[in-house]
């Protein structure tokens, strides 16, 4: 059954991922900052990975005392994984997720909840195949961990070409916080077809 | 049942176009736009972009061929044969390439250059066109926006600028109210400097055309440059060069001008630097306001002085005596009463003289005053008891002295004028005071000439030469003896009567010893051949070193 997970119009279960596509700073926190919110007083966990943490934390509500969930882990705030050479990593993202989700069921969470932002920082540009594989990991992850996951890819660094292929691969994609559905999205490996 | 896949992928792809014709139409900028549809050609075709012409504007973006500008300028050259729907280019290495125009209804924007390795198939092609379509659009969009953003931004500051003027038009008017309102109360210069103390929250100070203050308000800063003198020459200087109000240790000043003329001068105490445009403009105003208002006060000073010339002029010369005393009566004169004329002189400026002479015996009426060979001739009224007259004379003597510029004054008070008839006999009698000045004090004073006694006389005198052969018939072997040898034979004798005969009076008014004095005497008996023993000597002797004494001053 769908809750309300900050995202007015937008239905989700535990156990689904979703991404969001934006332009800008302003435009990510119009989606990710109700949707931690909405953890804080739903009294999840949410794990949060972002470029700017300490921004985002200044953000919220005052009234959700979000440093002391911070303190108390119901916040789980941090930049996104990078490897040794401060490059962005999906993989490195991936094992950092499934840390984790691994961290709230020892911890007994029913229900958690996490953001991530993909960067792709620096200039590397996007590698179109590894993003199809991680949108695929994110998945089977959210399912198999009944979480809620939210990707989130900032259009005016990675291009137009990053919206254009995940609206191919998924039967919704928040845009500027409005859904775009596709009933005709290709399954990983049609699309990895496509890619070859 | 499921489509085919390759009917998944084409409706995808066009859901994904769609998807991005929604976020390019979402009030993107140009750059947005263009970054946007160049970095989605890979996802629609298999194909790059290598280069972005704006019109107008040149190369946004390059890569590959179009990064290379000798390929760039061959590229650019077919992009301006191509027509308004775009074509095929030759571009080396490359086994397609295709010009797409970015354009709206309206106006061309620019073109997309786009190079694959092989063909796009026609489904890739119209995902291109729409893209490019979509992109022209939205780009048309932006710039559209871009103008009203750069108009309404305009508008703002052009409406924010014409606020600010207005405000600073009201403070301003509010400024010029309150002092105008100090002015017509009849506050004048005190008033000026308590608006402008009260609108600024600065000590104000206005100073005459000499430095000296003539009406201050707030508290006086402490500190180094409170107690200093205004340097005026230069700050002055400054001031006048500026023509505004300019800075100088701790102060700001303007000068109240008309013309070159300085008729005052406006400091504000600002030790800390705080005064700033607001406060500048304030004290600007003022400036302005206390030169109508010092311009207004010259004016009556000049009639008065004008008119108080004129009727002095007339008493004393004995002309038009009823006119005079006509227009005395209309500033407040009864000429009627007993005055005297008073002769006032001094090293200096004539007109700093006359200033002070002005403001010295001045009461409620326009002082009668007028200048004269380098001095001032007054005429004052004279109360009924004149048991203190001396002390008044001297009292005023010492306000003239403490006039603006005035370092030394001598004066000669005539006798009492009881009718218009009198003021000529007055001002001679004033003047030969002041002749005897150097006779009966030598520093100098007020001098009556109802007080010069046989000076009276000896000023009085018309047969001069019976007065040379009375002083030759007693003192003329003195004088001769004193020409001849370079002695003081005939100042001592005089001395010595003036003395009563006394020798050491003597030689204590005159710094000599007494055995000096003893031996001039011996000789003077000697040479003259007088004996001062006899009275009647004595008494002529003495006569004669007083009329010998006003001979010289007469002559001066």
Known sequence: ?196 | MTAPPALREALSSLQGLLALTLLLGDGRSEDEVVQLAVTAVPALAPCRVEGVLHAGLGWRTTAGACARPGSRARIQAQLNRTGPGGGPLVVPERAWAWAFVLRSREEHLGHLVVTADRTPSGAELHLLQVLVAQAGSALASARSRARDQAEAAQLRATNAMLTEAVTALRRRTAVHDRLLDEVVSGAGRSGIARALHELTGLAATVEDAYGNVVARSGPQPSGDSAGRPLPRDRALRRALAAGGPVRHRGRVLVAARRDAQVLGVLVLADPDGRAGEDELAALKLAAAVLTLELARLQGIADTELRLGRDVVADLIAGADAAGAVERARAVGHDLGRPHRVLVLDGPGDPAALLGAVRQAVRDHRSPLVMPRDGGVVAVVAVGPGTADESGRWERLRAATLAGPGVRRCRLGVGGIAAGPADYPRSHHEAACALRMHDVVGGEDRAVCYDELGIYQLLCEVADTDGVARFIRRWLGALIDYDEARGTDLVTTVGRFLECGGSYDATAAAMALGRSTVRYRLRRIRQISGHDMAHPDTRFNLHVATRAIAAQRATAR
């Open chain 1, 1 to 196: 059954m769908s809750r309300d997970f900050g995202l007015p119009g937008v239905p989700l279960r535990p156990g689904e991922h979703l991404c969001t596509c934006y332009v800008g700073a302003a435009e990510r926190d119009a989606v990710l900052v109700p949707f931690v919110e909405a953890a804080l007083r739903d009294g999840d966990r949410c794990v949060v990975a972002v470029v700017e943490p300490a921004a985002l934390l200044a953000r919220l509500d005052p009234e959700l005392d979000a440093a002391g969930c911070v303190a108390g882990r119901q916040l789980v705030l941090g930049p996104p994984a990078a490897a040794r050479d401060g490059r962005f990593r999906l993989d490195r993202m991936a094992e950092l997720l499934q840390e984790e989700a691994d961290a709230a069921a020892r911890d007994g969470e029913e229900v958690v909840r996490m953001a991530a932002e993909v960067p792709w920082a620096g200039g590397h540009g996007v590698d179109r195949r590894e993003l199809a594989e991680f949108e695929s990991w994110a998945h089977r992850f959210a399912a198999l961990y009944g979480l809620v996951l939210l990707s989130f890819y900032d259009l005016g660094l990675l291009g137009g070409g990053v919206l254009v292929d995940l609206v191919r691969t998924h039967p919704t994609v928040l845009l500027g916080g409005v859904p775009v559905h596709n009933p005709h999205h290709l399954a990983p490996a049609e699309f990895a077809d496509v890619l070859s």
